[in-house]
């Protein structure tokens, strides 16, 4: 029994003397952090650029990492959460990790050291110009690493020329605010020009915007009234929507609208339901047009393809049931007016054959079951010239279907190209 008391005695010093060991080890790793902070930090001004000579710049590496970004169409105001990661060497916060027990890195406030002033110059919301969250920098034998997160908003002009199948592309145009080139020379961290996108921690995946590319460039500005370089950093976006929903909303009634449309111009010129399908592809163009004015954003300097379309079928379609409506007015009434000579004589020339209006032109001069134009009936009923105006409306059809399927194919040419 006092063999086991003299091994438990024991085990609990060694116990005991490791914890002290232990608690010594942990109060020296603080003290030597403490020791390294107030040495580095002492007398240390944050607002002197951190230059070894008058003529050494500081070199700051720059790079981005998007994390989400979703375009406000109304506003044409581009939102992008993205990481500027910056590092750059300040001697003054060099140390030897001999000295402080092997310490090698230290956590300081953004706002206990000197860091760039950089500040995107394009921002949209300008009662904001602090983009940079509180985040602390990494300092690690004078080399310093700082990753803040940033919310940026910058105005990116729209091209809705393709809409809703378009590609935009928006820049953001950054740098420092004070300090030219011979201070602060701006450059690409890693020697990259290519924008990393993050597959995690995106909080607008749902957005209907898809980044295709991206890239950064440094632009060097050299002004008249000064020798040094002013550096500004470009970053440019590549972006595709995608929404399935468009498909069903725009595309959909852009085919039903032809379809009636196409029904319409294949009815015989006499049938009583020509004014009936032209009426409902008019009321159906119609609607889609009050739905693209109040999905689209107003914009001056592009029209989107499919508006073309639907503002272009509208003209068709009220053109064809003008001519319905004309020719039911002259084919179920006596016109004792005949067409003008000048048209007749086009009419019935090579166009003819080229409309496929032979048919109605074999029937000139029969209006009033006479032998000649304009000739006066046995019974004395003033002459009629229905045939000879069935002729000009069947000419008008003719061409309101030219000029449909024409529009109708270019647009598809010209809309599918990018899809």
Same mark, same amino acid.
């Given at each position: 029994m006092a063999g086991v008391g003299l091994i438990v005695m024991a085990v609990i010093g060694i116990m005991?003397?490791?914890?002290?060991s232990a608690d010594e080890s942990g109060s020296d790793w603080w003290r030597l952090n403490k020791q390294l902070r107030e040495t580095l930090l002492n007398n240390y001004d944050k607002n002197v650029i951190p230059q070894r000579t008058h003529n050494g710049s500081v070199r700051v590496r720059v790079n981005t990492a998007i994390r989400g970004v979703w375009l406000d169409e109304m506003s044409q105001v581009l939102h992008i959460n993205m990481w500027f990661i910056m590092r750059w060497r300040d001697e003054r916060l060099h140390w030897?990790?001999?000295? =402080?027990?092997?310490?090698?890195?230290?956590?300081?406030?953004?706002?206990?050291? /000197?860091?760039?002033?950089?500040?995107?110059?394009?921002?949209?919301?300008?009662?904001? %110009?602090?983009? @940079?969250?509180n985040t602390h920098a990494i300092v690690t034998q004078g080399k310093v690493l700082w990753v803040?997160?940033?919310?940026?908003?910058?105005?990116?002009?729209?091209?809705?020329?393709?809409?809703?199948?378009?590609?935009?592309?928006?820049?953001?145009?950054?740098?420092? /605010?004070?300090?030219? &080139?011979?201070? %602060?020379?701006?450059? =690409?961290?890693?020697?990259?020009?290519?924008?990393?996108? &993050?597959? @995690?921690?995106?909080?607008?995946?749902?957005?209907? /915007?898809?980044?295709?590319?991206?890239?950064?460039?440094?632009?060097?500005? =050299?002004?008249?009234?000064?020798?040094?370089? =002013?550096?500004?950093?470009?970053?440019?976006?590549?972006?595709? $929507?995608?929404?399935?929903?468009?498909?069903?909303?725009?595309?959909?009634?852009?085919?039903?609208?032809?379809?009636?449309?196409? %029904?319409?111009?294949?009815?015989?010129?006499?049938?009583?339901? $020509?004014?009936?399908?032209?009426?409902?592809?008019?009321?159906?163009?119609?609607?889609?047009?009050?739905?693209?004015?109040?999905?689209?954003?107003?914009?001056?300097?592009?029209?989107? %393809?499919?508006?073309?379309?639907?503002?272009?079928?509208?003209?068709v379609v009220a053109v064809s049931v003008g001519v319905c409506a004309g020719l039911f007015r002259l084919t179920n009434s006596h016109v004792s007016t005949p067409p003008p000579a000048i048209l007749k004589t086009v009419l019935t020339g090579p166009l003819?054959?080229?409309?496929?209006? $032979?048919?109605?032109?074999?029937k000139v001069g029969h209006s009033g079951s006479g032998g000649d134009d304009g000739e006066v009936l046995e019974d004395g009923h003033a002459p009629r010239y229905d045939h000879e105006w069935l002729l000009v409306a069947a000419a008008a059809d003719r061409i309101a279907v030219i000029a449909f399927i024409a529009t109708f194919v270019i647009t598809l040419i010209a809309f599918v190209a990018v899809v």
């Open positions: 005991t003397l490791a914890s002290v030897d990790p001999k000295d =402080y027990g092997g310490l090698n890195s230290l956590h300081v406030g953004e706002d206990e050291i /000197w860091k760039p002033d950089l500040t995107v110059y394009n921002n949209a919301d300008i009662t904001d %110009i602090d983009h @940079y969250g803040p997160p940033a919310h940026v908003r910058v105005e990116c002009p729209m091209d809705l020329t393709y809409w809703p199948y378009d590609l935009q592309t928006c820049h953001v145009y950054f740098g420092s /605010w004070t300090a030219h &080139g011979w201070q %602060i020379e701006l450059n =690409y961290a890693n020697f990259s020009t290519e924008v990393s996108v &993050g597959n @995690y921690y995106n909080l607008k995946r749902s957005h209907n /915007w898809q980044m295709l590319t991206g890239s950064l460039h440094r632009h060097d500005n =050299y002004y008249s009234c000064c020798p040094e370089p =002013y550096f500004t950093m470009h970053l440019q976006f590549n972006l595709k $929507r995608v929404s399935p929903s468009f498909a069903p909303t725009v595309v959909v009634p852009a085919c039903v609208v032809s379809l009636v449309t196409l %029904i319409q111009f294949v009815l015989p010129l006499t049938h009583p339901q $020509r004014i009936t399908v032209g009426c409902t592809a008019l009321l159906l163009t119609l609607m889609e047009l009050l739905y693209l004015a109040m999905t689209l954003p107003p914009l001056a300097s592009s029209l989107p %393809i499919i508006v073309k379309f639907y503002g272009q079928t509208l003209v003819a054959t080229i409309l496929f209006l $032979r048919g109605y032109t074999e």
